[in-house]
């Protein structure tokens, strides 16, 4: 694989140095033990209150402040208070907050996550995550900032050899030739069965975490976005996923439910390749919300290969309801790891008798 380091002059996802403020008492020493300084500038509160304090007197120029906060069931209140008044500032609202719980609490974990808390780490801490993914945290927030300007996102760009170029440029091309009447119709049908545009385009997460607008064919009725939350626990993937897939998903207009059982929604992704955004083979672009879920070096693997309209999970799993997520990251990171010209050749061979996928996911 090629790839080539790439960085904003103003910010570098590994080597810059991220300010760290903290309260803690169990977990000083881990703080002030695994956070270098030549990586972190740390800086510690003896009470929650001076914390909250300091950081409404944040200036313009402090508010890439990290907030790391020890919590157990004496100080939630308190600490939730904390929350609340950095949430209900427009400038500090995007600040992000970790917190460290002193023990297994499911009740505040979900009351942190509600309130916008970045994340949550229970008993036992392995705190070289928390570090992978405070900086991933960050990292990810100076890309939101950046999303009208991603020519100039920190990012590590994957070149895309010349073969597998060519061949998504001349496959592409004449499947758009050869399809377009059928997009036409497509298009033609959906103003007619639901209100809303003829595509849906979100932002997504591909190759290196480069973010692209990202097209189908809407399936889903207007608004659909803001319905996951409610839906997640009708999640496939159970527990805290990072994937999110719902069967017989309620928001799916009545021709929705075809263009996605036979793939067609997807069609549109094809000027994606023809662009350059995606390869016609390799991993799935995520939603931000997906992507951000997966920071460990473990999992963050499958980012560093192509990303595609068609891959190994389509072609070996789509569809089946007993996937597990951890199958699923195992299918991405494997093809990051191995994929060549004749793999393509292959997955682009059985990807259409898998376009018929029997479960409505």
């Given amino acids: 694989m090629q790839f080539e380091n790439i960085h904003s002059p103003n910010y570098s996802a590994e080597n810059s140095v991220l300010s760290v403020f903290y309260y803690a008492e169990n977990y000083q020493h881990n703080i002030e033990d695994d956070f270098p300084a030549e990586l972190y500038s740390l800086k510690k509160f003896d009470s929650i209150k001076s914390l909250q304090e300091a950081s409404q007197n944040l ?6 402040t990290n907030i790391l906060i020890e919590v157990n069931q004496e100080t939630q209140h308190e600490v939730f208070q904390l929350v609340d008044s950095l949430k209900s500032n427009w400038l500090t609202r995007n600040i992000i ?39 991933f945290l960050s990292f990810y927030k100076q890309l939101r900032s950046e999303i009208t ?5 920190p990012t590590t760009i994957y070149k895309t050899p010349w073969g597998k170029r060519f061949l998504d440029i001349f496959l592409s091309s004449i499947a758009l030739l050869i399809i377009s009447p059928l997009l036409l119709l497509v298009a033609i049908l959906i103003k007619l069965d639901s209100k809303g545009p003829v595509f849906y385009t979100s932002k997504r997460v591909g190759t290196g975490y480069k973010i692209f ?15 996951v939350e409610k839906l997640s626990k009708n999640n496939q993937y159970k527990g805290e ?19 996605r059982n036979t793939s067609i929604d997807e069609l549109p992704q094809l000027v994606n390749v023809l662009k350059g955004d995606m390869s016609l083979v390799g991993n799935r672009p995520l939603p931000l919300y997906e992507a951000e879920k997966l920071t460990t070096n473990e999992w963050s693997m499958r980012f560093l290969g192509p990303a595609g309209l ?18 699923r990251k195992k299918l991405d990171n494997f093809y990051a790891s191995n994929y060549s010209l004749w793999l393509d050749l292959k997955i682009i061979l059985k990807t259409i008798p898998a376009l018929l996928q029997k479960e409505k996911v």
């Fill in 59 to 64: 200036s313009i120029d402090e508010l890439n």
């Fill in 97 to 135: 907050v970790i917190f460290l719980l002193t023990e297994k609490d499911p009740a505040i974990v979900k009351k942190a996550l509600k309130q916008g808390v970045s994340d949550c780490y229970v008993p036992p801490i392995f705190f070289n995550d928390v570090k992978q993914r405070l900086r």
């Fill in 149 to 153: 300007d991603l020519s100039q996102i």
């Fill in 213 to 227: 607008d990202f097209y189908k064919f809407r399936s889903m009725r207007q608004g659909a976005d803001k319905e």
């Fill in 241 to 259: 996923s990072a994937f999110f897939k719902v069967q017989n998903d309620p928001r799916v207009t009545k021709l929705g439910s075809f263009l």
């Fill in 310 to 327: 068609t891959g190994l999970w389509q072609i070996s799993k789509r569809g089946k309801k007993e996937i597990s997520e951890r199958e």
